[in-house]
Antibody
Framework: EMQLVESGGGLVTPGGSLRLSCAASGFPFSTYTMNWVRQPPGKGLEWVSSIGPSNTDIFHADSVKGRFTISRDDAKSSLYLQMNSLRAEDTAVYYC???????????WGQGTLVTVSS | EIVLTQSPGTLSLSPGERATLSCRASQSVNSNYLAWYQQKPGQAPRLLIYGASSRATSIADRFSGSGSGTDFTLTISRLEPEDFAVYYCQEHGSSARNTFGQGTKLEI
């Protein structure tokens, strides 16, 4: 069975850092583009970052560029998001999502909540 | 940068009725890269439609997608109680950028 399990969320003060992880299982992780998508409380979805197979084709949304870094460890079937210089507006549930060949997000994790507050 | 505008913001219907949700792009979109998602409270989004009109695995055939260029539609032919949720469209654009619409809430 395919699974994506996020961890690492929590409460952090503005300007702080946090590293999110996503453990994948049930599919050939190394062959897929993986993404982070976030959702502020009560609001819509926002794509954050994507990374292609073999750490190629890394992209970040303008809202997080220079502050967030996406990476992957194919040996561990894991996806990461290093978040630095966190702001209140980064408060959201962060989802790990697999991307299919037509750009669709076909599998999602359950999400991990990041709260940036003093 | 493409902007996706969904309408209406909220749609109030009853079980058994037909629902038509719209997603309009600020510029022409490659229909191969247009998807629709359903999200229920406290849950992750679920893929319904990709490539504008292809149903994802295990999605009921009452869900259908259509459209091209700048105008796309998600249709639910006969609403079931479990269909009341928020629906998002998404475009996978150049340079691997991804854009979501703001969502349509389908309520009873």
């Amino acid at each position: 069975e395919m699974q994506l399990v996020e961890s690492g969320g929590g409460l952090v003060t503005p300007g702080g850092s946090l590293r999110l992880s996503c453990a994948a299982s049930g599919f050939p992780f190394s062959t897929y583009t993986m993404n982070w998508v976030r959702q502020p409380p009560g609001k819509g979805l926002e794509w954050v970052s994507s990374i292609g197979p073999s750490n190629t084709d890394i992209f970040h949304a303008d809202s997080v560029k220079g502050r967030f870094t996406i990476s992957r460890d194919d040996a561990k079937s894991s996806l990461y998001l290093q978040m630095n210089s966190l702001r209140a507006e980064d408060t959201a549930v962060y989802y790990c999502a697999r991307q299919g060949g037509a750009g669709q997000f076909d599998y999602w994790g359950q999400g991990t909540l990041v709260t940036v507050s003093s | 940068e493409i902007v996706l505008t969904q309408s209406p913001g909220t749609l109030s219907l009853s079980p058994g009725e037909r629902a038509t949700l719209s997603c309009r792009a600020s510029q022409s979109v490659n229909s191969n890269y247009l998807a629709w998602y359903q999200q229920k409270p406290g849950q992750a989004p679920r893929l319904l439609i990709y490539g504008a009109s292809s149903r994802a695995t295990s999605i009921a055939d009452r869900f259908s997608g259509s459209g091209s260029g700048t105008d796309f539609t998600l249709t639910i032919s006969r609403l079931e109680p479990e269909d009341f949720a928020v629906y998002y469209c998404q475009e996978h654009g150049s340079s691997a950028r991804n854009t979501f619409g703001q969502g349509t809430k389908l309520e009873i």
